[in-house]
């Protein structure tokens, strides 16, 4: 098992920053592929990037030239680095892992964190 805590969130202006990071414990993080996803109050969860265990990285087309994820293996932790934020990219941002490499489904991933709000303002 592993257990995942998001950190980061906070109040950003718009064409601003932020820096997430989700720090893991338990089995080794290069057991596994860890995604971000976010919600919107009474949407559905969407995802948002990944890493799998090789390095590899996949984005959703609306954040694709704007975040980055990267992960640490010494350190454990993972991060999505959020450049020029828009106020669509205002939700809860969710940390998750999984074992399956690159995926993009939610229902793939089994171990979640609880999550860090982000608020873009204008």
């Known amino acids: 098992q592993v257990q995942l805590v998001e950190s980061g969130g906070g109040l950003v202006q718009v064409g601003g920053s932020l820096r997430l990071s989700c720090a893991t414990s338990g089995r080794p993080l290069s057991a596994y592929t860890i995604g971000w996803f976010r919600q919107v109050p ?68 089994s171990y979640w964190g609880q999550g860090t709000q982000v608020t873009v303002s204008s």
Do not use: H
């Open 42 to 109: 009474g949407r559905e969860r969407l995802f948002v990037a990944a890493t799998s265990w090789d390095d590899g990285t996949v984005y959703a087309d609306s954040v694709k030239g704007r975040f980055t994820i990267s992960r640490d293996n010494a350190k454990n932790t993972v991060y999505l680095q959020m450049n020029s934020v828009k106020p669509e990219d205002t939700a809860v941002y969710y940390c998750a892992a999984t074992g399956s490499i690159y995926t993009t489904r939610m229902t793939d991933y």
